[in-house]
C-alpha cells in the first residue's frame, strides 16, 4: 500500500469530499460535484445530506476516468483555527476510509486536506491508514480490504510522509497488541523489536533470564518464572540529540499474556489480557516514530516483557523479592503483577540519568472505576513534566485526567515485612496506590505514569476504529519529546 499526494482528477475507485456546516464546498469537491451533475449540492439543499460530523452518503461517481463512487462526509461546524482540528482530522478520515474498506477498491481519492488547516494535514495521512488495521487479522476472508493507493489532494509530501509514518506506528502498535499471547510472547516481542530497531538506526539489547540473574532483576524474573515462555528486557537506544545531551525514557508495561497468576483471573477477567502488553507496545510504536522522523532528541525505551501464568515455579502470596533497587516488596496478590515488572524495569531506565520519565501501563482495574475506558489517568511526581503531556495530548486530542498522589496515600503500600507490599489497603484508590509504588523505583527522576488500562483496548468498535487495540498515546508521546 502507497500514499502519495500527486494532482487531482485522475482515475480511482473511489474520491472522499467533505461538506461542513454552512460553508461553500472545497474546490476539488466542487469540482466532483460538477462532475456528478451538482448531485452534492442538490440533495444538501433538499436536505437529504446532512453536514453533521460523522455522516456519510455514498454517491455514483462519473467513471469513466473520474471515480466509480463519491463518498461524501460530514465535517460538523470546522472552524480553521479549531484546537481539536487534528483529532478531527484523523477520526473523520478514519470514518470515511473505514466505511469504504469492507469492499476491495484499488485506488481511494481523499480530498479532505483542504478543509483543513496544514497544521493538521499529516493526521489525515494517519487517519486514512488508522483505518486500514483492525482485529480480525486471522479471519481467512479480509474483512478489510487494504486499497493498493491513497491519494491525498491538497496535502504537501511532507505531511504525507509523516502522517505515513505516525499511522503506521500507531497501527504496529495496534497489531502487537491484537495478536495473542501465543504469537507475542516475551522472547517473540524481543526478537520482533530487535529487528525493527535494526531496521530503523536504534540500539537494541535484550536481556534474556540469565542477563536477567546477573543484573538483579528479580522482580522481572518472579512474575515471569510460572510461565514455560522466559522473560525479556528490552532496551531501545534512539540517538537523534547531541552527544553527552541527557535522554528522555519510555518505560513499558509488557505482560504478554496476565492470567493473575496463583490470584487467577476469573475467564471474564481474562479473555482480552493479551493486551497487557499494552504499555510496552505503545512505547515501541512511538520510538518507531520517533526514528523514523528524525526527531533530535536522545530517546531511551525500556520494556519488561514477562508473562503472568500458573505453574509449579510461579511467584507466591507472601514471597518477598529484593528488586534491582535494592527496595524488598511482599507479594500480596501475584495479579498486580505490572508494578512488580515495572519496578525493575524503572530502575533500568533511571540508570540513563533520564531528564524525564513516562512509563505506560494497563495497570489497574481501578483506573477504569474511575475513570472509563476513553481516558487514562495521570499520575506524577513532577507537575511541570505532567504538564508538558497534558500539552502534547491535548494537541492529539487524546484523553488524559490526573489523579492526585498525596504523601497519605504513601501508607497504603508500606508493608509489615518488607519495604513496600504489592497491593493497597483494599480496592479503594488502587489507580493511585499503584502509582505511589512505582514512585519507589524512580528516585528523583521527573516522572509521569500513565494507566492506560481502559483505553489501551477497546470491546466495541467506534465508526472511526475497529474494537480491539486502539494505540492511543503513540500519538502523545511523539508530539511530546518534539516539543522538548
Ligand atoms: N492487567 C491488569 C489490569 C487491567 C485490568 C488491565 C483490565 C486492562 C483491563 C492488572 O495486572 C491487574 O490485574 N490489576 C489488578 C490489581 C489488583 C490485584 C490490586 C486489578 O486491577 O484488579
Ligand atoms: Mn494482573
Ligand atoms: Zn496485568
Not at 186 to 209: M, R, Y
Not at 273 to 285: E, F, L, S
Not at 332 to 338: F, K, Q, R, V
Request: hydrophobic share 40%.
Amino acid at each position: 500500500m502507497s500514499t502519495t499526494n500527486p494532482g487531482a482528477d485522475e482515475p480511482c475507485d473511489v474520491a472522499i469530499v467533505g461538506i461542513c456546516d454552512g460553508a461553500a464546498l472545497s474546490p476539488t469537491a466542487a469540482l466532483i460535484d460538477s462532475e456528478i451533475g451538482g448531485a452534492i449540492g442538490r440533495l444538501r439543499d433538499a436536505g437529504k445530506l446532512s453536514s453533521d460530523e460523522g455522516e456519510t452518503m455514498l454517491l455514483a461517481g462519473p467513471g469513466a476516468g473520474g471515480p466509480e463512487l463519491v463518498l461524501v462526509i460530514g465535517l460538523g461546524s470546522l472552524k480553521s483555527d479549531h484546537e481539536s482540528n487534528r483529532e478531527l482530522a484523523f477520526r473523520l478520515t478514519s470514518q470515511s476510509v473505514r466505511s469504504l474498506v469492507s469492499k476491495s477498491h484499488k485506488k481511494l481519492f481523499i480530498a479532505l486536506g483542504e478543509y483543513f488547516d496544514a497544521s493538521a494535514h499529516d493526521s489525515v495521512v494517519a487517519g486514512a491508514l488508522y483505518a486500514l488495521e483492525g482485529q480480525s487479522i486471522y479471519r481467512t476472508k479480509a474483512v478489510i480490504n487494504v486499497p493498493e493507493t491513497l491519494v491525498f489532494s491538497s496535502i504537501e509530501q511532507d505531511a504525507v510522509t509523516r502522517g505515513t509514518i505516525i499511522g503506521q506506528s500507531v497501527n504496529l502498535t495496534r497489531r502487537l497488541v491484537n495478536e495473542p499471547a501465543s504469537a507475542i510472547y516475551p522472547e517473540s516481542l524481543a526478537d520482533l523489536v530487535s529487528d525493527l530497531a535494526s531496521d530503523n538506526g536504534i540500539e537494541c539489547e535484550v536481556w534474556d533470564e540469565t542477563k536477567l540473574a546477573e543484573e538483579n532483576c528479580r522482580s522481572i524474573l518472579a512474575v515471569g518464572g510460572g510461565s514455560d515462555r522466559p522473560p525479556r528486557l528490552v532496551i531501545l537506544r534512539y540517538n537523534g540529540g547531541e552527544t553527552g545531551e541527557a535522554p528522555v525514557a519510555l518505560v513499558g508495561k509488557g505482560v504478554t499474556f496476565d492470567s493473575g497468576g496463583l490470584s487467577l483471573k476469573p475467564s471474564d477477567g481474562m479473555i482480552d489480557m493479551k493486551c497487557d502488553m499494552g504499555g510496552a507496545a505503545t512505547v515501541i510504536g512511538a520510538i518507531n516514530a520517533i526514528a523514523k522522523l528524525g526527531i533530535k532528541r536522545n530517546v531511551i525505551a525500556v520494556c519488561g516483557l514477562a508473562e503472568n501464568m500458573v505453574s509449579g515455579s510461579s511467584y507466591k502470596l507472601g514471597d518477598v523479592i529484593k528488586t534491582r533497587s535494592g527496595k524488598t516488596i511482599e507479594i500480596l496478590n501475584t495479579d498486580a503483577e505490572g508494578r512488580v515488572v515495572l519496578a525493575d524495569a524503572l530502575n533500568v531506565a533511571i540508570g540513563f540519568k533520564p531528564s524525564a520519565m513516562v512509563d505506560l501501563a494497563t495497570l489497574t482495574g481501578a483506573c477504569m472505576v474511575a475513570l472509563g475506558n476513553e481516558v487514562a489517568g495521570l499520575m506524577t511526581n513532577d507537575q511541570s513534566v505532567a504538564d508538558q503531556v497534558f500539552a502534547a495530548a491535548k494537541v492529539e486530542g487524546e484523553l488524559l485526567w490526573q489523579l492526585p498522589m498525596l504523601p497519605l496515600y504513601d501508607e497504603k503500600v508500606k508493608s509489615k515485612v518488607a519495604d513496600i507490599k504489592n497491593i493497597g489497603e483494599g480496592r479503594w484508590g488502587g489507580a493511585i496506590t499503584a502509582a505511589k509504588f512505582l514512585e519507589n523505583f524512580v528516585d528523583k527522576t521527573p516522572w509521569v505514569h500513565l494507566d492506560i488500562a481502559g483505553p489501551a483496548f477497546s470491546d466495541s468498535p467506534k465508526p472511526f476504529r475497529d474494537a480491539g487495540a486502539t494505540g492511543v498515546y503513540v500519538k502523545t508521546l511523539v508530539r511530546w519529546i518534539e516539543s522538548l
